[in-house]
Each structure stands twice: as structure tokens, then as C-alpha cells.
């Protein structure tokens, strides 16, 4: 046999058909995409579970300030602390609203920050003076609203009596 026939059946022997090469490989692209689609959705689902588990708590110090008789022109401050004692943000979703029950000249209301994350501490304050020709019994009523979803409004009273 000549040098030229082996060379030819060695070749004969080791070509293997392109088509079971590519078939190999897109098998193997095919198995790794769908492991990392898998395990990449399996830590997503787990991460959301978390997320939405828990919710924010709102606890306020007080309910309701009595300032009794007051002199007119001084000045008085309610200060309601509210603090979030659940796992998740509480939002104070507006600016408190003060409203008046009896009396008149409502004051504002001021929230020292809009979000307290879990275990923070804030303040709602209220400052305000009466001067003569607005004297006698006064009752604001402190609407304040939040995502805490057990209690979304909370009412604050602050009652005052203005004297000469």
C-alpha cells in the first residue's frame, strides 16, 4: 500500500460528520441556559417572599395633650412622638391635617420626616397662641394618615382653654 491509500483511511476514520459536533454543542448551550434560568428565578421568588412578609407598625407616645387654661399670647407646642416599631417603612403619606372642633384660627401641624424605617423615632408637632378675641375652649383634631395597614388614620386631640 502506498504512503498515499493509509493517509486516506486514517482520515476515513477519524472525520466524525459536522452535524453530531453541532448537535453536541447546542445540547450543552440548551442545558446550561435553562440551569441558570432556573436557579436565577428560584432566588428572585425567595427574595420577594421576604420583601412582602412583613409591614410597618405605627406607635404614638400619646393620643391627647390638655394644655387646661392658657394666657393669651403665649405660645404652646403638642409634640406627639410616633415611632415605627414594625419590619417594614412606615410613610406618613401626608402632611398631618389639623382640624378644628371647637374654637378657631387652626394651627399647622409639622411631621419632622416623612418615613421612619423600622425601630425610627419621629415627631409631630403643633405650635400656636391665642390672643385676646379668641379666647375660651379650643379642640384640634391631628388627622394623620399612613401605609401602616392595621391603623391607616390616626387621630391626635390637642384641647386648650384661653384665658386673659
Same mark, same amino acid.
Do not use: Y
Given at each position: ?27 450543552l448551550? *440548551?442545558?446550561?441556559? /435553562?440551569?441558570?434560568?432556573?436557579? /436565577?428565578r ?11 412578609k412583613?409591614?410597618p407598625n405605627?406607635?404614638?407616645d ?8 392658657v394666657?393669651?399670647?403665649?405660645? *404652646? ?5 410616633v ?6 417603612p412606615?410613610?406618613i +403619606?401626608?402632611?398631618?391635617r389639623?382640624?378644628?372642633l371647637?374654637?378657631?384660627c387652626p ?7 416623612s ?7 419621629? +415627631?409631630?408637632?403643633v ?10 375652649q ?11 395597614? /392595621? ?8 384641647f386648650s382653654?384661653?384665658i386673659?
Amino acid at each position: 500500500m502506498s504512503k498515499h491509500n493509509i493517509s486516506r483511511k486514517a482520515m476515513a476514520v477519524n472525520k466524525r460528520p459536522s452535524w453530531q459536533f453541532a448537535l453536541i454543542v447546542i445540547v450543552l448551550a *440548551v442545558v446550561v441556559i /435553562s440551569a441558570i434560568f432556573v436557579f /436565577s428565578r428560584g432566588s428572585n421568588q425567595s427574595i420577594i417572599a421576604v420583601n412582602v412578609k412583613g409591614k410597618p407598625n405605627l406607635v404614638v407616645d400619646k393620643t391627647r395633650i390638655d394644655f387646661g387654661d392658657v394666657h393669651f399670647g403665649i405660645p *404652646v407646642t403638642a409634640v406627639f412622638q410616633v415611632s415605627n416599631t414594625g419590619d417594614q417603612p412606615l410613610q406618613i +403619606l401626608q402632611q398631618p391635617r389639623l382640624e378644628v372642633l371647637q374654637g378657631c384660627c387652626p394651627p399647622d401641624a409639622i411631621a419632622t420626616q416623612s418615613t421612619l424605617n423600622p425601630g425610627e423615632t419621629g +415627631l409631630i408637632t403643633v405650635r400656636f397662641a391665642m390672643h385676646e378675641g379668641m379666647g375660651g375652649q379650643h379642640e384640634f383634631l391631628v388627622h394623620l394618615l399612613t401605609n401602616d395597614p /392595621s391603623q391607616s388614620e390616626t387621630q391626635l386631640h390637642i384641647f386648650s382653654n384661653w384665658i386673659a
